[in-house]
């Protein structure tokens, strides 16, 4: 089974590629104290679908490049259609 993410694009300046960063929360080890954190994935997006702001599901995939490991799936909620 391949791992899916969800996650906000903040960059679509690459063509048919996306800079995704998936947000979590964790405790601290030694202080205890909640952290945010985030991770960042390179996704493959061939039909350059997905625009910045974005929240999109990735699923992972072989490597593609480089730094891309991911593949787009869906765009789950846009900025674009929210604003039509």
């Given at each position: ?8 694009v903040?960059?679509d ?12 929360l ?6 205890g ?26 699923i992972e ?10 593949e ?12 039509e």
């Amino acid at each position: 089974m391949k791992n899916r993410l969800t996650g906000v694009v903040k960059s679509d300046k690459m063509d048919k590629s996306l800079r995704v960063e998936i947000e979590r929360l964790y405790r601290h080890p030694k202080y205890g104290k909640i952290v945010r954190g985030k991770t960042v994935c390179y996704a493959h997006d061939e039909g350059n679908v997905a625009k910045e702001g974005d929240v999109v599901e990735i699923i992972e995939s072989r490597p593609k490049s480089k730094k891309k490991r991911w593949e787009l799936v869906k765009v789950v909620a846009g900025q674009s259609s929210a604003a039509e």
